[in-house]
């Protein structure tokens, strides 16, 4: 991960006035009843104990954890991990997080190198996202050049071969992706990528591309954000008729 100074990345709206009262109760909803609520006056103790997904003796970081829109008992889990090819985790629950499976490599000890992030598209189809050197490059080629896509039709006990999605290039960070799983609008199923492509100058272009439903071919990658100052941190999400938003 690379670090910016915030005084050169972030910019801070002087007019913004901040609330010093919470004034509401904010409640939070599971299986149709309240989980647990916060008003101001009372915390709520922990809802849930936590459960170790994947007990390792490896460090597990920059979690990224998507829930299938299809069957909300399916969980998709990736994380940056150390051993071998992968330097990432994948792990799945088919049972609301109960129980989980997976490992401390990406499937079929796939290449990767971190910035883990999943998804779900409208068919409850799954995706984890890497940068990763070329599969077909020798094994001390640790550099990243391109960001990689695995895609499971099986709620994570099968996968699909490793494919890339952009590259190769030589400087990037922070890959992260979207489906669009909305039901009604003509593009759900697509799927959306967007990251931070760095030049010699080390100015930060926010860049983008797409994979159509039913295609096998990424489209083009386009610049949201160009070297007028630096973009780094990507989130992308998908509205309700097929927006699709970049922060």
């Known amino acids: 991960m690379r670090k910016i100074p915030l005084s050169t990345a972030v910019q801070i709206d002087t007019n913004y006035v901040l609330s010093t009262t919470f004034k509401s109760t ?17 915390i709520p103790a922990v809802d849930g104990t936590d459960i170790r997904i994947f007990p390792s003796t490896n460090p597990q970081s920059e979690v990224n954890i998507s829930i299938d829109p299809t069957n909300s008992e399916n969980i998709l889990v990736s994380a940056h991990t150390v051993p071998g090819n992968s330097i990432q985790g994948y792990y799945y ?7 989980w499976s997976g490992s401390d490599h990406l ?3 796939a290449y990767g190198r971190g910035d883990p ?29 391109g960001y990689y ?16 999605g952009y590259g190769p290039v ?7 992706i979207a489906a669009d799983n909305s039901q009604e609008n003509p593009f759900k199923n697509n799927f959306y990528c967007a990251w931070t ?17 039913g295609s096998s071919s990424f489209s083009q990658a386009i610049t949201l954000r160009g070297n007028n100052g630096l973009g780094q941190g990507v989130n992308i999400q998908t509205g309700p008729n097929g927006e699709v938003y970049v922060c």
């Open 26 to 42: 904010l409640v939070t909803t599971g299986n149709g009843s309240n989980a647990a609520s916060i008003n101001a006056n009372s």
């Open 93 to 99: 629950s088919n049972d609301g997080g109960q129980t």
């Open 107 to 109: 499937p079929d000890s």
């Open 117 to 145: 992030c999943t998804a779900f598209d409208a068919q409850g189809n799954g995706y984890i996202v890497s940068m990763s050197p070329d599969a077909n490059s020798p094994i001390n080629n640790k550099y990243p050049n």
């Open 149 to 164: 896509v695995l895609k499971t039709t099986g709620h994570g006990a099968t996968w699909q071969p490793e494919v890339r």
């Open 170 to 176: 030589n400087n990037f960070d922070k890959e992260m």
């Open 197 to 213: 492509e760095f030049t010699a100058q080390a100015d930060g272009y926010v860049k983008f591309n797409s994979l159509p439903a």
